[in-house]
């Protein structure tokens, strides 16, 4: 699964640790769930969608081609 | 983690406390099971009323540590968690086949001497140490 989340953190200048506070996860979390290592759970999609103000398909795509 | 990262997030902090009472309720039950395992023959001369009451102890101790342990895994994030139940799901599958082949070899004379409990136990805490880090290492 693809993510914008370190486009969309890198827009507002936050770092990963703020936005692991934010989220209630660890750093770790965030830089596996940005480098697309993890896939984060749909409560924890659904809170970072509301974070950042946007829904779930703005922020994660999935990867498998649609034809 | 030292007192000043604890104070930076509450996802922190949260896990500095619970860290803190698993590691207490450890250490009580390491104590515990001390006092049990060597009290018997060095201090009260297998005197079966506080043997009894030094086990019961080890064991209400043993429990609360479970809840600890429980506390603590509760309070981590998803990612955290699974690495820890992965690392937990392999320990006890290795300790399963390990431990009952290691029983195996004594029950068909390949080895002479009397196989312990404590040697599964080792097995599985290493195992579970590896599967952590590699665990970790994986989503780096």
């Known amino acids: 699964m693809k993510n914008r989340l370190k486009v969309l953190r890198a827009e507002r200048d936050w770092t990963q640790a703020q936005l692991a506070n934010a989220l209630d996860v660890s750093r770790q979390t965030i830089n596996a769930i940005e480098k697309g290592k993890f896939d984060p759970s749909l409560p924890l999609a659904f809170k970072a969608a509301r974070l950042f103000s946007l829904s779930i398909e703005d922020i994660f795509q999935d990867e498998v081609e649609t034809v | ?140």
């Not at chain 2, 500095?16 to 309720?25: G, M, S």
């Not at chain 2, 039950?29 to 023959?41: D, G, Y």
């Not at chain 2, 820890?84 to 080895?111: F, Q």
Request: net charge neutral.
């Open chain 2, 1 to 140: 983690m030292t007192k000043q990262e604890c104070e930076q997030s509450t996802y922190q902090r949260k896990n500095c406390e619970n860290n803190a009472n698993l590691r207490n309720w450890t250490i009580a039950w390491v104590i515990t099971m001390a006092i049990a395992a060597f009290a018997p023959r060095f201090v009260w001369d297998y005197n079966t009323a506080f043997s009894v009451i030094a086990i019961l102890v080890n064991l209400v101790i043993g429990f609360r540590m479970l809840v600890a342990n429980r506390v603590h895994l509760k309070g981590l994030d998803e990612m955290q968690q699974k690495i820890l139940l992965d690392a937990m799901a392999l320990s006890l599958g290795v300790g399963l086949v390990v431990g009952l082949s290691y029983e195996l070899l004594e029950d068909i004379k390949l080895i002479t001497f009397q196989p312990e409990i404590a040697h599964v136990v080792i097995v599985m805490g290493l195992t579970y140490l590896v599967a952590v880090l590699l665990g970790h290492r994986k989503y780096q």
